[in-house]
Each structure stands twice: as structure tokens, then as C-alpha cells.
């Protein structure tokens, strides 16, 4: 089992939430990402959450870049590159250079991405009924994007606590793969109308009254005019910071049990940064990755303690290693 830098520091610190040790005092560093609270920090009675990180099914504009890697990678097969990061731009520029088509605009899920989504939910089921500890989700959250909800809506077409949630769209980009569709739209669609739109459309609504008192900016394709309130271009420092706001969103649910379902920038980004696994790997189309959270009740306490398996990828088994670590809702997005 790995050792956490928490060990290291002979900190007490328990696997079990029934006997974590919240009066033991030890020293936790700050560091130049954030702020870490202490085992103090927690309220007596912390709120225990199951989460379930999901990323959505193969889209169509995932085809197009792996189709254009492909094809990349046999054209400069022959060429000598001074070294792998100039190949490795080289690919990236060509890997971008498809994502410009106007006709991937809030892409859909792909043949394959519909059965992948149909695969999880029954592996979903299983590591449930096989683990007497976790709890099928009673709340789903998920991005606005259509290949999310689609995901979502093949996952769960029945649960009627399935909130969409703009926070957990993938990062702003500035390609039309990464725009979403207007909510009226989507609410049509007879997959998705037993999903809450409320909060997207509150949104919807804040922008638009910020529209009435600035003045309209024309933007040449293929960057779309997204919300007033959003970048149209998001750095990576600027989603991490923004994934930190998940933190705010479990205080706000009653659900003990909890599925979010969204994107692999944001996925990374939240990981690496909000839940300290900096060498954590990229999720694969529709891999889920399972945590166990103890949430402080209360804007007084932000911070939450996480039970994350060393081993991320908890598609196919759940493994029994874990580590508690401390995260920051205050994140304030360093790299």
C-alpha cells in the first residue's frame, strides 16, 4: 500500500469513518497549491457522502480526434523531430485542428458511446450490490453537454433526482464540441425530461440580465458567444479552481450517495488539484472512480476529507488500500 505523506507524519488517521480519530492534533503543511485545515477543523458529526466520478461515453468528436491522431502519427511516422515535445505539438496542432467543425457542436455520443453507457450502469449495479458499504446514487449530477446527459440518461432513465448542473461542463475551450445546446432544446428531448434544469436555466437567466446592460461583442467562428459570465477561453488553472466548487454542491444535497457525470478535463483537473492526486491518470470514456467523503456541515468549515482508493481505476473491482486526505473548497487553482 502506498504511503501518504499524512503516514509519513505519524499522523492517526483511521480507513473506517465509524472510528476516525477527529481530537488526535497533527501538523498539516500549506503548501503553495492551498491551505489545508486540520482534523480540528471537522465538526463531530461529519456528513458522510458516497461519490461516483463518471466520465461520459465516446462522443463523436472523440472519432474525429483519434481519427486525426491516426493519421497524424502515419504522416509524420517518417520525419526526425529534435525531440518528443516538438512531435508531441505536432500531434496536439493536429489533434485541434478538427475540433473547429461547426458540425460538432455540442457532440452527441457515439454508437459506441450509448453502449458504453449501458455497460457502466450494469457494472455500476454490480460494485453496489457486491460492497455492503456503498449506496446506489440518490442524486445525479450532471454537465449540460449533450453527450453527458446522454450518458446520464442511459445510466439512470428512471431516477428522478437527476440535476444538471452547469459547474460540471467540460472546460471553456472555444470549440463548438464544447457549447451546449439551449436548454429549451434539451429539455424537449424525451431522454432527458425527467432531469432538472433549473439551475442551468438560473444561470441562463443571470446572464441574459447581464446582457441588457452590456454591449453585444460579434465573435468570428469557430468561437461561439457563451455566457457573459464565462470565459470564452478557460485555462487549465482557471477549471481547476473551478472543480473546487464541487465541494459546495455535496454541502448542498441531502443525498448520502451521489454520482456526477461529466468530463475528463474536469475530472482531471479535480483530481489532480481539489483531491491532491497529482499523477492520477486521464478517465477513460464512461470509467468510474469511487470516493468516500466526510463533508463539514456548515460555510464555517469548507473543507471535506476524502477516502480515495490508491488504485483510481474502480470500473471493473473496488479495492480496499485508501488514504485520507484533506482538501480546500477554497482552492485557489495553482497548477
Known amino acids: 500500500m502506498k504511503v501518504s505523506w499524512r503516514d509519513e507524519m505519524k499522523c492517526q488517521v ?26 480540528l477543523d471537522l465538526p463531530e458529526t461529519p456528513i ?30 517518417n520525419r526526425d523531430f529534435p525531440n518528443e515535445d516538438v512531435k508531441r505539438e505536432a500531434l496536439e496542432i493536429a489533434r485541434r485542428s478538427v475540433l473547429t467543425d461547426e458540425g460538432l457542436k455540442d457532440a452527441p455520443l ?29 442524486a445525479v449530477f450532471v454537465s449540460p453537454l449533450q453527450r453527458a446527459l446522454q450518458t446520464a440518461a442511459l445510466m439512470f432513465p428512471k431516477h428522478n433526482e437527476v ?34 434544469f433549473d439551475q442551468v436555466m438560473q444561470d441562463d437567466d443571470d446572464d441574459n ?54 468530463h475528463k478535463g474536469f475530472l482531471r483537473e479535480l483530481e489532480r488539484g481539489p483531491l491532491g492526486q497529482p499523477q492520477a491518470s486521464e478517465f477513460s470514456n464512461c470509467e468510474v472512480r469511487v470516493y468516500d467523503v466526510c463533508v463539514c456541515d456548515g460555510a464555517a468549515c469548507p473543507y471535506a476529507v476524502l477516502r480515495a482508493p490508491n488504485l483510481h481505476n474502480s470500473r471493473t473491482k473496488l479495492y480496499n488500500g485508501y488514504q485520507w486526505i484533506i ?7 495553482m497548477i
Open 163 to 196: 440535476h444538471v448542473c452547469d459547474l460540471l461542463r467540460e472546460r471553456c475551450t472555444g470549440f463548438p464540441c464544447d457549447e451546449r445546446s439551449e436548454v429549451p432544446s434539451l429539455q424537449s428531448r424525451k431522454s432527458f425530461c425527467h432531469m432538472s
Open 327 to 333: 482538501i480546500d473548497y477554497n482552492y485557489d487553482g
Open 14 to 39: 483511521s480507513t473506517s469513518f465509524s472510528t476516525i480519530d477527529l481530537t488526535d492534533s497533527c501538523d498539516i503543511p500549506e503548501t503553495p497549491q492551498s491551505s489545508y485545515g486540520s482534523p
Open 48 to 77: 458522510r457522502k458516497t461519490v461516483f466520478l463518471v466520465r461520459h461515453g465516446e462522443a463523436l468528436h472523440n472519432i474525429a480526434e483519434k481519427s486525426a491522431l491516426q493519421e497524424a502519427l502515419a504522416t509524420l511516422a
Open 209 to 262: 440580465a447581464v446582457c441588457n446592460v452590456e454591449q453585444e461583442v460579434e465573435l468570428e467562428p469557430p468561437i461561439f458567444r457563451r455566457f457573459h459570465t464565462w470565459p470564452l477561453i478557460e485555462e487549465k488553472f482557471m477549471l481547476r479552481k473551478r472543480t473546487a466548487g464541487l465541494g459546495k454542491l455535496l454541502q448542498g444535497t441531502d443525498a448520502d450517495s451521489v454520482c456526477i457525470v461529466t
Open 110 to 138: 457515439s454508437a459506441k458511446g450509448h453502449e458504453q453507457a449501458g455497460i457502466t450502469a450494469t457494472t455500476m449495479s454490480k460494485i453496489v450490490d457486491e460492497d455492503a458499504d456503498l449506496k446506489a446514487p440518490e
